[in-house]
Structures are given as structure tokens and as C-alpha cells.
């Protein structure tokens, strides 16, 4: 692995982390507002991840579900538990944005595989997906991106595990083969692409195409 890319992108999380919690701190004023008038109580939630070389970390987001209801035991919560507010800070990616404090820290990247739930490991980073963890966790990504555009559809954790959990780790794994800067700067363009695609009702069905193309995946005909 380039070592020079690897310095280059250190150095460039720890500027756009801090030019993102600058630019969004109006975003974390409206997320704290809506999350206290629509569920009162904790603003944050942190979950437990495990990042590069299999170090775990607590990972922040804003809280979209209802006090007492998050579950990491499964890899899709109840869409009943969340809270209207949150669905919006969820659709609009919003909820991850405390994220930029990982990146900040150095737990997390910019741009990676997503970081492992610590009671999934086994699932996540077993076998050929260990070497996923040899990498900085990303905050978005080809796998991040899957599961954004179709993923977050998918409410029933069986239905996930077996329609989406297959791809997303195979995209977690085509990431470690292009990485580099310029395939950074794509992913996060993509992401604003896909954010805004969802948001306005138009989800960017080409780019699902793409994904599933790069691991030799049919393309979901419900997506």
C-alpha cells in the first residue's frame, strides 16, 4: 500500500472533517433541536466498531430511534423505532454527521469500508473480509453507498442479510483494490450525488448498476 497516499489522505480527512464540522454546524443545531423536540433525551448515540487492525472504537451519530430502542444485535433495526425526525435525519445522511469527529480523532476516513459492528465479526471481517480491516473505516464508500441507495429499504434484518449483506461486503473488499486518491474524490462525489438523488425522490439507479457491475452482482430487481 502507497505510503504517500496513505499520509495524503490523513491529511486530508483531518481538513475536510474540520471544514465539514465547520460548514454543518448549522445542520447540528437543527439535528439537536428536532431530536429533543421529537424524542427528548440523549442526543447522541454511540456505537461500538471496530476500525483498522481490528481496534475498537465508539463511533458517533445523532440518535433517530426512540430511548431504549437501539439494537446492534441485528444488522436492520425496527422501522418502527424510529422517530419521524429521524427517518428525515437518516434519508438525508444528517444522522451520520458526528462521524466527521471519528475522522477527525483518526478512528475513521473519509472515504473506506464501513466500520464493524463488534458483535459481527465474525460475518464482517471473517475469511476473505479481514482483509477490509487492514484500512481505515470509512464514513462513506462503494459498500456505504450500496447500502444507502438500496440497503436502507430493505426493514427485515433476514431480508437484509440475505439481499444486501452479500454485495456490501464484496464492495467493502473491491474498495481495498481501488483505492487511491482520485477513486476517493469519485466516491465522494458519488455520495453527494446519491444524497441529493434520495432526497428529491430520485434514487440514482446508474450508480447501483455500477456497484453491482464492479463485484459481478445482479443489480436488485426491486431496487
Not at 462521524?99 to 465474525?122: E, H, W
Not at 460475518?123 to 453507498?145: E, M
Not at 486518491?181 to 444524497?195: C, E, R
Not at 440514482?204 to 463485484?215: F, H, I, N, Q, T
Amino acid at each position: 500500500m502507497n505510503k504517500d497516499y496513505l499520509a495524503t489522505k490523513r491529511g486530508f480527512d483531518i481538513f475536510c472533517s474540520l471544514l465539514g464540522l465547520i460548514g454543518t454546524f448549522p445542520l447540528f443545531i437543527v439535528a439537536i433541536i428536532g431530536i429533543e423536540l421529537s424524542d427528548p433525551g440523549p442526543v447522541f448515540y454511540m456505537a461500538n466498531r471496530i476500525g483498522k487492525g481490528n481496534k475498537p472504537f465508539k463511533m458517533y451519530k445523532f440518535r433517530s430511534m426512540r430511548q431504549g430502542k437501539a439494537n446492534e444485535s441485528v444488522f436492520r433495526g425496527d422501522e418502527d423505532r424510529i422517530f419521524p425526525f429521524g427517518k428525515f435525519m437518516r434519508a438525508a445522511k444528517i444522522d451520520e454527521l458526528p462521524q466527521l469527529v471519528n475522522i477527525l480523532k483518526g478512528d475513521m476516513s473519509i472515504v473506506g469500508p464501513r466500520p464493524a459492528a463488534v458483535d459481527q465479526m465474525q460475518i464482517t471481517r471473517g475469511g476473505k473480509y479481514k482483509a477490509a480491516g487492514k484500512v481505515p473505516s470509512g464514513l462513506t464508500g462503494p459498500s456505504a453507498l450500496y447500502d444507502y441507495i438500496y440497503g436502507d429499504d430493505i426493514e427485515e434484518a433476514e431480508d437484509y442479510e440475505k439481499l444486501v449483506l452479500p454485495t456490501r461486503l464484496e464492495l467493502d473488499l473491491y474498495y481495498l483494490k481501488k483505492m487511491s486518491f482520485g477513486f476517493d474524490l469519485k466516491m465522494i462525489v458519488w455520495t453527494v450525488i446519491a444524497v441529493i438523488g434520495v432526497i428529491s425522490g430520485h434514487k440514482p439507479k446508474w450508480m447501483m448498476k455500477k456497484l453491482c457491475k464492479a463485484v459481478g452482482k445482479e443489480v436488485p430487481k426491486d431496487s
